[in-house]
């Protein structure tokens, strides 16, 4: 089976530009998790949708939105993009049994973003 | 605040030695607590899990984890390590919410 897929692998943009990064989960996962990882860091909780509903979302500013496809697929943009927003965006995918009950989440590649 | 402690930044290892990692959370009443490792220029890979049950939870690649709920602490073990095993470990938790907490990380070295 597919694990969990991200694209693009790569990009970079120039300050106050926005971008668009998605996710396709692994079949049968409703849920997907987005998460910033800063050089030397660990992974920061960004965003959760389960069933196309946003279910949590971390300390991060209004220029950071994401959305949940009927297929379960999802997006992430950031508008605005600061130098301090490069980074390595994950996403991960579950499949919690329901809205309130969590499940063990599983990575995909990342996409790696460069801000200039 | 919740949160997740990893104490060592670095550990260095000659090839077939045994490691333990670190990892020490916040309390809470109900927890979940995971591994997951990072290849250079890679997502995250799970490890294993402690959801419940059993304290000594066996994961992939000879790894295993002891859950202490009275120290807070599940740290990460393999009796004797490859060369391969060069990463960056992360430990998580959760606490029956929406988002995984994680530490700062553990770069592990593998020196033949």
């Known amino acids: 089976d597919a694990g969990v897929t991200q694209s693009p692998t790569h990009l970079i943009k120039t300050r106050g530009q926005h971008v668009t990064l998605r996710c396709s989960p692994i079949?049968?996962?409703?849920?997907v998790s987005w998460y910033q990882q800063v050089l030397g860091q660990g992974p920061q909780f960004i965003f959760q949708y389960y069933e196309k509903e946003e279910r949590g979302r971390g300390n991060f500013p209004d220029r950071f939105s994401a959305r949940q496809f009927p297929n379960y697929s999802s997006e992430l943009n950031v508008n605005a993009l600061l130098l301090g927003d490069s980074a390595l965006y994950l996403c991960a995918s579950s499949t919690p049994p329901d809205r309130t009950s969590t499940d063990t989440q599983y990575f995909g590649p990342g996409t790696r973003l460069t801000v200039l | 605040a919740q949160s997740v402690t990893q104490l060592d930044s670095q550990v260095p290892v000659f090839e077939e030695a045994p490691v333990e990692l670190r990892c020490n959370y916040s309390s809470s009443v109900s927890v979940y607590l995971f591994w997951y490792v990072q290849y250079p220029n890679q997502g995250l890979q799970l490890l294993l899990k402690y959801l419940s049950g059993s304290t000594l939870v066996k994961g992939i690649n000879g790894f295993e984890a002891e859950f202490n709920k009275s120290q807070t602490s599940f740290h990460l073990r393999k009796p004797s390590v490859h060369i391969s095993d060069t990463a960056e470990y992360f430990c998580?938790?959760?606490?029956?919410?929406?988002?995984?907490?994680f530490g700062t990380g553990t770069r592990l070295q593998v020196f033949p």
């Open positions: 079949s049968g996962h409703k849920s």
């Open positions: 998580a938790v959760s606490y029956n919410t929406d988002k995984l907490i």
